[in-house]
């Protein structure tokens, strides 16, 4: 019986898990596509301008920048929660 609720749990647990890290992906990415259209906007460009290979590497150096900015964000707020300080 215990095998059953056992077994039941784990999948349960690594589905949501699973769904977790795709929702935390897609937001990245979404993101980093913005900040990139943003710079290609403030450059006066297109698309149409950069490679395929030119734009993989502009995105993913966005998402280590998002990534950087909210795990900041996150400790930061972490931190100001711990102190007892209210978000500024």
Not at 17 to 46: C, E, G, N, P, S
Not at 61 to 67: F, L, S
């Amino acid at each position: 019986m215990f095998d059953k609720i056992t077994k039941s749990t784990l999948e349960a647990t690594s589905s949501t898990k699973d769904f977790t890290v795709k929702k935390w992906k897609r937001f990245i990415r979404k993101r980093a596509l913005k900040r990139v259209q943003k710079l290609m906007d403030y450059a006066q460009k297109k698309p149409e301008d950069y490679t395929k290979e030119e734009m993989r590497s502009l995105i993913e150096k966005e998402e280590k920048e998002v990534i950087s900015t909210l795990t900041a964000t996150i400790g930061i707020g972490a931190v100001l929660t711990m102190l007892g300080i209210p978000k500024l």
